[in-house]
C-alpha cells in the first residue's frame, strides 16, 4: 500500500457516506410518496391546484395589504398639496404609481387638469371609471382561487369513483374466488386519499377566497369614500360649488 493511500481512505469513505445520505429518502419523502401511488394518477390534477392555489394566496396576501391599495395618510397628504393649487403632471403620474388609492385620486385630478370647466357629473364619471379598474385590479385571481375552492371536491369525487371501478373490477368473476385482494385494496386507498385530499384542497381554498373577498368589498368602500371627499374639493378648480 501506498503511503498517498493511508491519507485518501478517510476521504473516500467521507464522500461515500456523503452519497449514500443523498441518495437516500428521508421518511418524510418516502410517505409522501407512498401516498401519491397508492392514490393513483387522480391525485395529479389535485396536486397542481393546491400549488396554484398556495401561489394565488401568498400572491393575494402581498397584493391586498394596506400599504399598497389604500395607505392611510395619503388622502389628507394630496388635499394638503392641492389645497392652493393644482400639482403639476410629474406629481400626478408619481401618485398613481404610488398605490390602487393613488391611481384613483389621480384620475380625477387628471381630469380636472385636462378639462377646467368639467362638471360635476363628469369628475364623479371620471372617479367611478378609475374606481371599477381599481376593484377589477384588486379582484385579480380570485375567480381563479373561487374556481379551485369549487373543483378541488369534485375532482376528489371522481377519484372516489375511480377507486371505486377498481373495487368492482377486483370482484368480477374473472377475478376467481374472493376477487382479487391486491387490486381491491389499491381501489379503496385511491377512494379515500383523493377524497380527503379533495377536501383538503378545497376548505383552506375556499376559506381564503371569501377571506380576500371581504379585504376587496372593505377597500372598495375606501375607495368611493376617498372619492366623494374628493369631489368638491377638485369642484373649486372647475369653478363650481357642491
Same mark, same amino acid.
Given at each position: 500500500?501506498?503511503?498517498?493511500?493511508?491519507?485518501?481512505?478517510?476521504?473516500? /469513505?467521507? $464522500?461515500?457516506? +456523503?452519497?449514500? &445520505? !443523498?441518495?437516500?429518502?428521508?421518511? @418524510?419523502?418516502? %410517505?409522501?410518496?407512498?401516498?401519491?401511488?397508492?392514490?393513483?394518477?387522480?391525485?395529479?390534477?389535485?396536486?397542481?391546484?393546491?400549488?396554484?392555489?398556495?401561489?394565488?394566496?401568498?400572491?393575494?396576501?402581498?397584493?391586498?395589504?394596506?400599504?399598497?391599495?389604500?395607505?392611510?395618510?395619503?388622502?389628507?397628504?394630496?388635499?394638503?398639496?392641492?389645497?392652493?393649487?393644482?400639482?403639476?403632471?410629474?406629481?400626478?403620474?408619481?401618485?398613481?404609481?404610488?398605490?390602487?388609492?393613488?391611481?384613483?385620486?389621480?384620475?380625477?385630478?387628471?381630469?380636472?387638469?385636462?378639462?377646467?370647466?368639467?362638471?360635476?357629473?363628469?369628475? /364623479?364619471? $371620471?372617479?367611478? +371609471?378609475?374606481? &371599477? !379598474?381599481?376593484?377589477?385590479?384588486? @379582484?385579480?385571481? %380570485?375567480?381563479?382561487?373561487?374556481?379551485?375552492?369549487?373543483?378541488?371536491?369534485?375532482?376528489?369525487?371522481?377519484?372516489?369513483?375511480?377507486?371505486?371501478?377498481?373495487?368492482?373490477?377486483?370482484?368480477?368473476?374473472?377475478?376467481?374466488?374472493?376477487?382479487?385482494?391486491?387490486?381491491?385494496?389499491?381501489?379503496?386507498?385511491?377512494?379515500?386519499?383523493?377524497?380527503?385530499?379533495?377536501?383538503?384542497?378545497?376548505?383552506?381554498?375556499?376559506?381564503?377566497?371569501?377571506?380576500?373577498?371581504?379585504?376587496?368589498?372593505?377597500?372598495?368602500?375606501?375607495?368611493?369614500?376617498?372619492?366623494?371627499?374628493?369631489?368638491?374639493?377638485?369642484?373649486?378648480?372647475?369653478?363650481?360649488?357642491?
Amino acid at each position: 500500500m501506498r503511503a498517498g493511500d493511508v491519507g485518501d481512505a478517510p476521504a473516500a /469513505r467521507a $464522500a461515500s457516506r +456523503a452519497i449514500i &445520505r !443523498a441518495t437516500q429518502k428521508s421518511p @418524510e419523502e418516502t %410517505l409522501l410518496f407512498s401516498i401519491i401511488q397508492a392514490a393513483g394518477w387522480p391525485i395529479w390534477p389535485l396536486l397542481l391546484c393546491s400549488v396554484v392555489a398556495l401561489a394565488l394566496v401568498i400572491e393575494r396576501f402581498a397584493m391586498l395589504r394596506a400599504v399598497r391599495v389604500t395607505p392611510p395618510r395619503l388622502l389628507d397628504e394630496v388635499m394638503a398639496v392641492s389645497s392652493k393649487q393644482l400639482p403639476s403632471p410629474d406629481v400626478v403620474t408619481k401618485l398613481a404609481a404610488n398605490s390602487v388609492l393613488g391611481m384613483v385620486l389621480a384620475s380625477g385630478l387628471r381630469a380636472v387638469i385636462g378639462d377646467p370647466k368639467l362638471t360635476e357629473e363628469g369628475l /364623479r364619471i $371620471a372617479f367611478e +371609471a378609475a374606481g &371599477r !379598474a381599481a376593484v377589477h385590479r384588486l @379582484e385579480r385571481y %380570485l375567480n381563479t382561487l373561487g374556481t379551485i375552492a369549487a373543483a378541488a371536491p369534485l375532482l376528489g369525487l371522481l377519484g372516489t369513483v375511480i377507486g371505486m371501478i377498481e373495487i368492482f373490477g377486483s370482484q368480477a368473476p374473472t377475478a376467481g374466488v374472493g376477487g382479487n385482494p391486491e387490486q381491491l385494496a389499491h381501489g379503496i386507498s385511491i377512494a379515500l386519499y383523493n377524497t380527503a385530499f379533495g377536501l383538503i384542497v378545497a376548505i383552506p381554498s375556499l376559506m381564503f377566497y371569501r377571506y380576500f373577498r371581504g379585504k376587496v368589498d372593505e377597500f372598495a368602500i375606501e375607495l368611493e369614500q376617498s372619492a366623494e371627499r374628493m369631489v368638491p374639493h377638485l369642484m373649486r378648480y372647475a369653478g363650481r360649488t357642491v
